[in-house]
């Protein structure tokens, strides 16, 4: 597709369990970023990846969360043990360049509800 | 207190008034963004800039580095310009985003 794809749309699991969330970049962009958004609030950064290499996980709430880029192109963001508040959007933006200073094309989000 | 803010919270217009929505930041920045979340919940980049002023089409944003302060202006409002209109800033150091609260922008017909 032409755009940045995310799956699922929406996962709704129990607490405790692992949820793995997917984003699909634009062909041939270089950069991935995540972020996540509560409802009603802008969006925050958790993570992001040069390629395949994660730059900066400074945003990462703790080790629960962790992402991957392995090949550089699609990227999972895996949450162990859900808790209630993690229950969110989850978006992910891909640019195609690595400055930081390029814009961001963001996917349509996976809204996360953990029961 | 926030990086980046964003005023006012809410605003309600009528068709074809002139609306401003502002940021302000504390950081040092590399380069500020403008977005525009829609009710279905898709974020499209509007604006990047670092420095001046940007036209496309009935939107205009403003920065002033000095001052750190940002404006995002639309011009002849439309109902369909109703969405959350998002801040964002690149701190001069690190790729990352930090991005304000947004906007919630309603234009009546």
């Known amino acids: 597709g032409a755009g940045v794809s995310q799956s699922p749309r929406y996962k709704v699991t129990k607490r405790g369990q692992d949820v793995a969330l997917r984003c699909d970049p634009i062909?041939?962009?270089?950069?991935l970023y995540w972020y996540r958004q509560a409802l009603g609030q802008g969006p925050e950064f958790l993570t992001y990846?040069?390629?395949?290499?994660?730059?900066?996980k400074s945003g990462l709430p703790n080790d629960r969360f962790s992402a991957e880029r392995p090949e550089g192109s699609i990227s999972t963001l895996t949450i162990q043990r859900t808790e209630q508040r993690d229950s969110a959007m989850y978006r992910c933006?891909?640019?195609?360049?690595?400055?930081?200073?390029?814009?961001?094309?963001f996917g349509p989000g996976t809204r996360l509800t953990v029961l | 207190k926030n990086e980046v803010e964003q005023s006012p919270q809410n605003l309600t217009a009528q068709e074809g008034e002139f609306i401003t929505i502002n940021c302000s930041y504390s950081?040092?920045?590399?380069?500020l963004h403008w977005l525009q979340q829609h009710p279905g919940g898709g974020i499209v980049s509007l604006f990047m800039?670092?420095?001046g002023k940007k036209k496309h089409g009935r939107l205009i944003a403003t920065i002033n580095i000095q001052e750190k302060h940002s404006s995002l202006h639309i011009t002849a409002s439309h109902p369909r310009d109703s969405a959350v209109y998002i801040c964002?800033?690149?701190?001069?150091?690190?790729?990352?985003?930090?991005f304000g609260e947004g906007t919630q922008l309603t234009v009546n017909p």
């Open positions: 950081v040092g920045i590399s380069a």
């Open positions: 964002a800033v690149k701190e001069t150091s690190g790729s990352r985003l930090t």
């Open positions: 933006a891909t640019t195609w360049g690595t400055s930081g200073t390029d814009t961001q094309y």
């Open positions: 062909s041939g962009h270089v950069s």
């Open positions: 990846f040069n390629y395949e290499a994660q730059q900066d």
């Open positions: 800039l670092s420095s």
